[in-house]
């Protein structure tokens, strides 16, 4: 179901842009780069940001569409494109821009994997807060534009938080940054906040500064059991309200607990995981303050190994369960309850499973949902199922399907209703990428 | 174009049947207290208008569209960087009769507030609750939660917390065209463009702040407040790194050098040692456990950087005799000199050193005192230096001292500002900053929403434009032919 459209007439200026090495034409190894079925006819891995200026230059002119990549572990994620005339990596650009240890900053290309920056500034002992799923493939350009993030999240802010300057190539071509490479800085218009997040729809990242973080010398994990979500988010509400300063604080259900650790006896346990940093003195007044619900405490290699998979729980729902729905949800805190329960309500009326974790002292949830093994096989319960999801919205929850069976895609919007004015957004889009050059038709426009 | 108001009169008669008959100014004696801030500029605008609400404002914004007059929003008017001052004959909105808490949403920890509400009337009016709201400006008695929306503003500390876009979830905003529009709401994120990331900061330039999102942060369970006291601003500045390489971060870490001390001490009896070359004023905040364990971290960094003492504040009243010192500063050096002019470049924190040694020499070639009093712990300096307007040579050495250290910043990979915003003060240093592109990629959004400049003109970006900056042709004969 490839839609290859050749474009012959460009591939001689891609070749004189990048060097013949770097431009791939070949079908059959293009459709291995598919989003969503669609292969590009043609993708390009620049070398520096004037090649990559270079191409968007010459795309915007002649009215292309074009695809940025940096691992491919999101690349399925957002609406059907219609057609793609250029994909492109940032796979060479990993330069690193500045790193001053003393300095607690690194500046570094967008190709650069989340793995490799994380390696890079342990070394000092310092620590890179984004804990996407997949760092070994995730890149700094692909977490940037998808704004993702991980249980960190809790502890150490969002990308808003620590992504300290950016540089970038506009939609029609003009080689821009904003912020710099201190930790304070308002000179000039924020424009990290408008690159993350945006889906690579304003323009092509190619590298940016971040604050790191002192790495912890000790954590520990502690697990608190409950009989009901109700019960595990109102300990939460006593974790968020007690003077405890965790790094992680994470609702695992029963079927995601199933997931994220095999061989484990089946239950109906909601758990609230905790992750505190600290010396053994901090560790015992954390074991004080949760006290007895508390059923285990997990540390070292296990403790790698547990946040490891809670990080990587869309990929490992989505490999158990290949036909299911995948969603992300930003929520206010207090929603997480009301939200969990309306989801329920929808799984068992369309005979549906799920599973779901969250930051729920942020108010961010990830949902896998899938066709109960007795139920009849239906696509169109994949489409209700998001619909009623969607309905009952509330007031401030944006909700993004992740990933849906691919006979569901042209019934299944990816982003639904947001709180922030579309006109606004609009504007943003058209100031920067005026031709729609970048993703066209897969975000919001 | 904008062009003065030259139907003024009418222009009036139209805001007062807006805002209501006492809610607009337009006598010179009562526009002169409308054409400062705290900076050094002056313009008097042609009317101060005081809406009670945002459908006003909309109302307003359509009015000055119309009219092609030039508006301005306006707070307290405590800023450093020239963001409120008008444009000659300009609206200013001034947000005086906004000033109500909407909203405290304990569960969500958020609160909704109107633009005017004074930055620590929010933190006291949740303080019950246990909660604060965290950007701490030294000016947070007066200044206003729409001011630090504009300016982004910081404060001590954002050493931990990060500045006012850290704090901001969503705003209702009333654009040129006086269309009413929302971004965000209480989630700490959603999908689509961070609009409201991208509003906090620019300067009154792409809309006006009508409703503030704010996050509340729970009052910690413990303060821990050091001042390590060192013979000279070398010892002091070496420390603030080895703070920081020893895995702490503070709450606060704010440096004062000898002189500004003595000055300080003079004037409200902090505390400070007065034969010190430079203090530190650090804070910690916590888990009880975690806090004790930092402070004596942080003693041992300081006695083995040199330190002739490390002070701990014994009580909450000590506390706060501390930090009257530093926030106090501004206001004592009123005592010495007529005029200050301060600066408040950033720089990477490993070159605190070098940047104060730098600016010990700008002070020696100009023949002129300056006084360190900053946010060591983020590298956000704020030289202070002394002038009397009346002299016109001095003032002339006061800006090039100036120039000469945000320079210094620039060349050390620092910004020309961290908290005070561009304003007009700063405006044509951007070029220092950013290329002809980074600023044509700006004033595009800004037209985008802004596009006839009725919006805080002649501010943030550089006058007068210069022509677009074309990169090198290319040689490949491909790429001339695409013209590339």
Known sequence: MSTVTTTPRFAPVFRAICGEKYVMEDPAELQAWNVLGVAPALAVTPASVDEVTNILRFANQHGLSMVPAGGFTQQQVGNLPQQIDVLLFTSRLTAVEHYDAGDLTVGIGAGCTVAQLSAMVAENGLFFAGDPAQPERCTIGGLLATGLYGPLRHGYGG??????GVRFVTGDGRKAKGGGRVVKNVAGYDMMKLFIGSQGTLGVITSASFKLFPAPRQTRTFVAVFSSAAEALEFRYHVLRSPLDPICLELVSPEAHKLLVPGSPAGAWWSICLRAAGSDAVLARYRTELGSAVVREIDGANERGFW????????????RHPRSLSISMTLPVRDVQPVLSELAAVAESNRFAFAAIGRVGIGHLLVSLWQAPDAEVSMVSFVNVVSAL?????????MAVLRCPSETRHHVSAWGPMPTDLESMRAVKMALDPKDVLNRGRFLF | MLHLPVNLPGVVDHLRKIAGRDAVLDRPEDLMLYEYDAGIRKSTPGAVVFPQNTEQVSQIMRLATAESIAVVARGAGTGLSG?????EGGIVIAFSRMNRILEVDVENQRAVVQPGVVNLQLSEHVSHLGLYFAPDPSSQKACTIGGNVAENSGGPHTLMHGVTV???TGVEVVLPSGEIVHFGGKAAESYGYDMTGFLVGSEGTVGITTAITVKLLRKPEKIATLLGVFESVDDAALTVSAI??????????EMLDGWTLRTVEAFCHAGYPLDAGAVLLIELEGLREAVEEQAIAVREVCLRQKAREVRRAKDEEERALLWKGRKMAFAALGRVTPSYYTQDGVVPRSQIPAVMRHIGNVAKKYDLIIGNIFHAGDGNLH??????????AQFERVLSASWEILEFCIQCGGSITGEHGVGMEKRDLMPLLFTEEDLDVMISLRNAFNGAGILN????????RMCREISGPTQNPVLMQEGL
């Open chain 1, 159 to 164: 990308l808003r938080d620590y992504c300290i």
């Open chain 1, 308 to 319: 490891r998979a809670l990080e990587d729980f869309s990929p490992i729902a989505a490999e």
């Open chain 1, 390 to 398: 969607r309905n009952h919205l509330l007031h401030d929850v944006s």
């Open chain 2, 83 to 87: 963001g409120s001052i008008p444009q």
């Open chain 2, 166 to 168: 850290n704090h901001v």
């Open chain 2, 244 to 253: 920081t390489a020893a895995g702490i971060t503070p709450a606060a870490l």
């Open chain 2, 383 to 392: 030289p202070l230096i002394l002038f009397d307007m009346r002299d016109a």
């Open chain 2, 457 to 464: 003109p002649q501010k943030i970006f550089p006058t007068p």
